[in-house]
């Protein structure tokens, strides 16, 4: 079966760009870099993205050290099943301005860091480091939990630096298209149809897990 030849590097980036490209961390880099500084939020929010995703690695090399290698995989094609399954479903119900809700949540997030920052000091004159503290905080605390995160764990339970290497790639793709043109960028990609693909996705993950099983 042709899905049984990807490799694991490719796993990983395609997840991250189907998981992340117009979803709330996406925004709040976007609006964050509409802002301030697109240098300093880009390097805020990847150095989150790469926190998130050593950390992830982590536990994906831990899990099978601890777990028998039989039932990591049976945890880790039960939740690209789920994944699958509720980002079909999210398809099916989802309609053409689906992106206007995680924009909303995103803005929400933003503005109550926006007003710490203005408190403290005028927002022409927010230094570089209230800028990079904020875009690390809010990027790691909406990647916390996150799809793209559990998906990393899954993957990297198999082969876990090169896991790393394409989510991370992917991660530099998502930050730097958010901070360069996210606005416009996700007002030209429907949800609707991420939704999609991320669904096809991660059935096919957990269809590859499934073989790995026997």
Not at 73 to 83: G, Q, R, T, V
Not at 112 to 120: G, I, N, P, T
Request: proline share 1%; glycine share 6%; hydrophobic share 50%.
């Amino acid at each position: 079966m042709l899905f049984s030849e990807l490799s694991p590097f490719a796993s990983s980036f395609s997840s991250i760009i189907v998981s992340e490209i117009g979803d709330k961390t996406f925004f709040i880099t976007a609006i964050l870099g509409m802002t301030y500084s697109m240098s300093l939020v880009f390097l805020g929010s990847y150095t989150a993205m790469v926190l998130m995703t050593l950390l992830s690695c982590f536990f994906g090399y831990l899990l099978p050290q601890i777990l028998n290698p039989t039932y990591t995989h049976a945890i880790a094609c039960a939740m690209f099943f789920y994944f699958g399954q509720k980002l079909l479903r999210e398809f099916w119900s989802s309609e053409e301005n689906e992106n206007d809700d995680e924009e909303q949540e995103a803005v929400l997030e933003v503005n109550k860091v926006k007003s710490k920052l203005s408190k403290q000091s005028d927002a022409k004159n927010v230094s570089n480091v209230e800028v990079l503290r904020a875009a690390i905080a809010l990027t790691f605390l909406a990647e916390w939990g996150d799809r793209s995160q559990i998906t990393t764990i899954a993957l990297a339970t198999e082969e876990t630096f090169v896991v790393l290497v394409g989510a991370l790639l992917g991660h530099f793709i998502c930050t730097s298209t958010a901070v360069l043109g996210g606005k416009m960028i996700s007002s030209k990609i429907s949800e609707k149809y991420i939704h999609l693909c991320g669904g096809i996705l991660f059935v096919l993950f957990g269809l590859h897990n499934i073989k790995m099983l026997f």
